[in-house]
T-cell receptor, first 111, second 109 residues
């Protein structure tokens, strides 16, 4: 138990589907992150939210849409994805830029 | 973009042998963090180094930060099968924590 919970753990979707990944942290942290992990790029930063404001969008395609309604919750909305988007999506939280606490990840497969 | 280079990409060792992974940056770093990810798991924080020339130990793991704060190493003495996984270094650039590509360690028993 890391204090960061991600759901679902596994997701299979077609290219025309709309789905969302959810992340919740119980650690009182003020920053939350989405990372993509694939064979090609082991840990690729996607988005950073600090105090519920997006402070970094690492050139991520618009088919990925993050949402941070409060400091404990982070979503990644998925729409018209491509097969190459299949990967492990990891959520993390931290106190500013201190150590990251990762969730167990959501394994996404796009058919 | 800003990045940190990590080598080697893979290492297979016999149980009991030592293992080292290195991270190098072209710019001076404020600090460096190390993480371990077991197969099928998620990255777990190991340690953070802040001071020039700093050396920290955790049992069989020794972490070092270079004098110029541009490189770091993680050394494992007498590896065990429980050490298998991917070891990542990570550095702060602005608002971002950027990870190295990782070193995959396999241990043969």
């Amino acid at each position: 138990e890391t204090g960061v919970t991600q759901t679902p753990r596994h997701l299979v979707m077609g290219m025309t589907n709309k789905k969302s990944l959810k992340c919740e942290q119980h650690l009182g942290h003020n920053a939350m992150y989405w990372y993509k992990q694939s064979a090609k790029k082991p840990l690729e930063l996607m988005f950073v939210y600090s105090l519920e404001e997006r402070v970094e969008n690492n050139s991520v395609p618009s088919r990925f849409s993050p949402e941070c309604p409060n400091s404990s919750h982070l979503f990644l909305h998925l729409h018209t994805l491509q097969p190459e988007d299949s990967a492990l999506y990891l959520c993390a939280s931290s106190h500013f830029t201190g150590e990251l606490f990762f969730g167990e990840g959501s394994r996404l497969t796009v058919l | 973009g800003q990045q940190v280079m990590q080598i080697p990409q893979y290492q297979h060792v016999q149980e009991g042998e030592d293992f080292t992974t290195y991270c190098n940056s072209s710019t001076t770093l404020s600090n460096i963090q190390w993480y371990k990810q077991r197969p099928g798991g998620h990255p777990v924080f190991l340690i953070q180094l802040v001071k020039s020339g700093e050396v920290k130990k955790q049992k069989r793991l020794t972490f070092q930060f270079g004098e110029a704060k541009k490189n770091s190493s993680l050394h494992i003495t007498a590896t065990q099968t429980t050490d298998v996984g991917t070891y990542f270094c990570a550095v702060v650039f602005g608002n971002k924590l950027v990870f190295g590509a990782g070193t995959i360690l396999r241990v043969k028993s």
